[in-house]
């Protein structure tokens, strides 16, 4: 029982790594952007990791309401970075939490109507999306493997030792070894990078010891929610955003576990997503979506049990509440966990092109939408100045490449897929009443 535990405990852990990068530049973003003090930013990182344990949790948990009950993690939507340091420089942040609140209760609110687009999302959409998701994220694993955009040493040899080296140890322990050893090969690749980054002088343990070991998490600590219409639509827009792109982690989780979505499922999916934005802004967090690097994670660990989630949810939450030890996790050099987001972002890629595989490739049209879509996807992601011009509101929904390129593909299927098809079936009837 005991081994078990401890098992489950470690693939928790594993989990937590592999999304605590991305959870924690968010609020240091939008907290620097904002003029925090290092305490205040301290706090949000607290309370933002608290609240994604939170998420992560009722989004596991399936019951009546919500909850699609997929090994999926939540954190915060990178897409709601920009418009939320918008909103803050403008309006305050009162009215940040008051967007969110209300975007997150309209989400709540649409969920039953957005679940019936389950029709417009087959295997050439489904598949063509969760690629793009996985050709998007490898930049991000690049960058961290030279050391972080931005870093002093940045493509030094010492960094691209040290990213190669723990992708070389995951991959050895992924071809030598079987079962839990394989399981959080990820892990022990972080756990003895950042033993060689120590012995090479990349390591610094002051926020470690900066950080107290205990703190209180208050409600509505920053501010009380104020509501502005502008912002409002902002963030709803958002949130919307957000959920096209958490459909297409759906789906690769759906695939990966074996497990075929009803539309209901999906309906509690995107309300656990909205209740975890009202329960963000009721903490003065922020919105959450799914975390991508995860499912690369599940694909890549073979485990789908969802204690394992549970457990990492639980996690999180207790580093809310202490700061120290959350600390810790942040010590791991960037070039370390770019090593193993190399492997876990390609993961998300081959479970792209294995959901590709159902896909009528005789189509035309099929090979049309996978190419523009993957293409649009790939490009904004490369050439993110590319709709530079366009007004704020608009680019909302071209600065992502996956939300970019995954409405490429689903306008695509509908045009030759959708559209055509039904045209045609109409046309077909017609002539046969002509006849008749």
């Known amino acids: 029982m005991k081994n078990s535990s401890l098992k489950t405990a470690s693939l928790g852990i594993q989990h937590v790594l592999a999304m605590y990068a991305g959870a924690v530049i968010v609020p240091l973003i939008i907290g620097g952007a904002l003029k925090l003090s290092n305490e205040q930013l301290a706090y949000l990182v607290s309370l933002d990791i608290l609240t994604s344990g939170i998420a992560t949790l009722l989004q596991v948990w399936q019951n009546r309401y919500f909850g699609i009950g997929l090994p ?16 803050g420089n403008q309006y305050g942040m009162s009215s940040i939490y008051g967007s969110i609140l209300v975007s997150g209760l309209i989400v709540m609110l649409i969920a039953k109507y957005f679940g019936k687009l389950i029709h417009f999302f087959p295997p050439v959409v489904t598949g063509s999306v969760v690629t793009i998701i996985g050709t998007t994220l490898i930049p991000v694993a690049m960058n961290n493997v030279a050391g972080g955009q931005g870093s002093p040493d940045f493509g030094s040899i ?27 090969s990820i892990l022990l690749g972080l756990i003895a990078g950042t033993v060689a980054a120590t012995f090479m002088g990349k390591v610094n343990f002051s926020a470690v010891g900066d950080a107290s070991w205990f703190h209180m998490v208050t409600p509505l600590h920053f501010a009380t929610p104020s509501f502005e219409l502008a912002p409002i639509i902002t963030m709803t827009i958002v949130a919307i955003v957000s959920l096209v792109e958490s459909t297409g982690v759906y789906f690769a989780l759906s695939d990966i576990t074996g497990r075929k979505l009803t539309e209901q499922d999906l309906v509690k999916g995107y309300r656990a997503e909205g209740l975890a934005s009202v329960i963000g802004a009721f903490f003065n967090s922020f919105p959450y979506t799914t975390y991508s690097q995860n499912v690369g994670l599940v694909q890549f660990s073979g485990v789908k049990d969802k204690s394992v989630i549970y ?15 959350a600390a810790l996790t942040t010590v791991i050099p960037t070039a370390v966990l770019g090593g193993a987001m190399v492997a876990m972002f390609g993961m998300v890629i081959a479970s792209g092109i294995k959901m590709l595989s159902k896909v009528d490739f ?75």
């Open 72 to 87: 999926i993690v939540l954190g915060c939507t990178f897409t709601a970075v920009g418009p939320i340091i918008a909103i």
């Open 362 to 436: 005789s189509s035309q049209e099929n090979l049309l939408i996978i190419a523009c879509s993957v293409g649009v996807g790939l490009g904004v992601t490369t050439v993110p100045d590319l709709f530079a011009h366009l007004p704020e509101s608009v680019k909302i929904l071209t600065n992502s490449g996956i939300v970019a390129g995954s409405l490429t593909a689903i306008f695509l299927n509908i045009v030759f897929n959708v559209i055509k098809p039904a045209k045609r079936a109409q046309a077909q009837t017609a002539k046969g009443l002509k006849v008749s």
């Open 311 to 325: 457990t990492m949810g639980g996690i999180l939450i207790f580093l809310g509440f202490v700061p120290k030890i």
């Open 158 to 184: 010492s960094n691209i030792v040290l990213a190669f080296g723990t992708l070389l140890f995951i991959i050895i322990l992924y071809r030598f070894f079987k079962g839990f050893i394989r399981a959080i």
